[in-house]
């Protein structure tokens, strides 16, 4: 059987808080010779507020000892009315404070028996009043990749009763693509799973909170959602931009060229003359109007997911790629012709024509990832006898050593 006995005529789901202590106990003088219970009631807390639990501690003796009983009674106000009802063997009460409790004093009687004769005791508690419904959000602005939930986690304060959630769509950027939002008031969470997406996205929330007594309260949330699928294109067109000086000059061909002209001049395939010829041979091939062009569309497009689609950029890398190609050709003969002077035995045969991106260094290259020139084991690399480019592709490396 439960410790908890139901000992009051009087219950109700309400909450207090002390401000006062109990009155002189009021014995019975007894019967013959039997001698009234002794009592003292003490609150668990001085400090209550609405909605709080409050635990009431008794201290009875009987000098006879005798079997004691314990009746609790609410003498003040008529409402709202407490449930005192939760009363150990010892007579200890606890009570839940509901939040129409909120600036009220309660008084109480406690009536000891010993089964003779009783004994009463008062006491008086007030219930500070409860700040209103309040909620927050843990992170009002989370950043996700499409196909994965955004979980916004909410906390409560002072609800009266239950919480319902709504939420709103802001704007209407919220089109083009599927999306699902669900929530939990209960867990006090919203979540929201992105998917389809070809742009990345930054979408609006408005976060409805309403108690049972109608308080409403409403957050603003923010959701980044990346387009993961196009981010390495994204990359690619970012590599480009970062490094377009570089490429429209021809900067890795121009010290291959110069490279290989060396050993030739060295080994004595080529004179003095020719390999300055060689050089010069560049600038005389460089396609100005086709540098224009690739210029234009660097500059003229954004690499940012959030504000360009996917379809664009995908289609502006296939033209870039082209006019790359087309721009390069001629160097690459130039390179080609240089090569064909040196035996193979100082350097191999070296394919160019397509470029390669790598994400990691953000390198846009002919030489650098080209499957011709090396291999990957744990990381890829230039083959043993081409170590020599990557002072070609990564110059700031040798800058440094040489310093």
């Given at each position: 059987?439960?410790?908890?006995k139901k000992a009051a005529?009087?219950?109700?789901t ?12 009021k014995?019975n003088?007894?019967?013959g010779?039997n ?5 003292d009631?003490?609150v ?9 639990t409050?635990n009431?501690n008794v201290?009875?003796t ?5 079997a ?8 003040s106000?008529?409402?709202p009315?407490?449930n005192?009802s939760q ?10 404070i509901?939040?129409?409790?909120e600036?009220?004093?309660f008084?109480?009687k406690?009536?000891?028996?010993d ?5 009463t005791?008062?006491?008086t508690?007030s ?7 309040s ?13 994965k ?9 002072n609800?009266?009763g ?16 599927h ?14 799973n ?6 990345s996205?930054?979408l ?5 909170a309403?108690?049972?007594?109608g308080?409403?309260?409403?957050k603003d949330?923010?959701?980044r959602?990346?387009?993961?699928s ?18 429209i ?11 290989i002209?060396n050993?030739?001049y ?7 003359f020719e390999?300055d010829?060689?050089l010069?041979q560049?600038s005389?091939?460089?396609n100005?109007d086709?540098?224009?062009?690739i ?9 940012d ?7 664009t ?5 296939s ?6 190609k ?7 003969g130039?390179?080609?012709d ?17 470029y390669?991106?790598d994400?990691?260094?953000g390198?846009?290259s002919?030489?650098w ?7 990957t084991?744990d990381?890829?690399?230039f083959?043993?006898?081409l170590?020599?480019?990557n002072?070609?592709v990564?110059?700031e ?7």
């Amino acid at each position: 059987m439960s410790s908890f006995k139901k000992a009051a005529i009087l219950c109700c789901t309400l909450a207090l808080t002390a401000c006062g202590g109990s009155s002189e106990p009021k014995p019975n003088p007894g019967s013959g010779n039997n001698t009234a219970p002794t009592v003292d009631i003490k609150v668990g807390s001085s400090d209550i507020n609405a909605l709080d639990t409050v635990n009431i501690n008794v201290s009875a003796t009987d000098a006879d000892g005798d079997a004691l009983s314990y009746a609790w009674s609410q003498t003040s106000p008529q409402s709202p009315v407490l449930n005192i009802s939760q009363v150990d063997d010892s007579g200890n009460l606890q009570i839940s404070i509901p939040n129409t409790a909120e600036g009220r004093s309660f008084t109480l009687k406690l009536t000891v028996s010993d089964g003779i004769d009783t004994t009463t005791d008062n006491i008086t508690f007030s219930v500070k009043e409860l700040p209103p419904f309040s909620f927050t959000i843990d992170s009002e602005t989370i950043e996700i990749g499409e196909n994965k939930t955004g979980v916004f986690e909410l906390e409560y304060t002072n609800p009266r009763g239950d919480v319902t959630l709504q939420v709103d769509l802001l704007g209407t950027n919220f089109e083009g693509f599927h999306h699902t939002v669900n929530s939990d008031a209960e867990a006090g969470t919203v979540t929201i799973n992105v998917s389809e997406l070809t742009i990345s996205k930054i979408l609006k929330l408005a976060i409805s909170a309403t108690d049972s007594e109608g308080t409403k309260n409403v957050k603003d949330a923010t959701l980044r959602v990346l387009n993961t699928s196009a981010l390495l294109d994204f990359a690619q067109l970012k590599a480009m931009q970062d490094n377009i000086d570089s490429l429209i000059n021809a900067g890795e061909e121009t010290r291959l060229l110069n490279t290989i002209s060396n050993l030739a001049y060295i080994t004595g395939k080529i004179t003095g003359f020719e390999k300055d010829d060689a050089l010069s041979q560049i600038s005389k091939v460089l396609n100005v109007d086709v540098a224009n062009i690739i210029k234009a569309q660097l500059e003229g497009t954004k690499s940012d997911s959030f504000e360009v689609d996917e379809t664009t950029v995908r289609m502006l890398l296939s033209n870039l790629d082209a006019n790359f190609k087309s721009y390069i050709e001629p160097i690459n003969g130039i390179i080609s012709d240089a090569l064909s002077s040196i035996s193979n035995n100082i350097i191999p045969a070296i394919q160019l024509g397509e470029y390669y991106f790598d994400l990691d260094n953000g390198k846009y290259s002919q030489l650098w990832k080209n499957p011709s020139l090396g291999t990957t084991d744990d990381i890829w690399s230039f083959n043993n006898n081409l170590q020599f480019l990557n002072d070609i592709v990564f110059p700031e490396n040798q800058q440094c050593n040489e310093e």
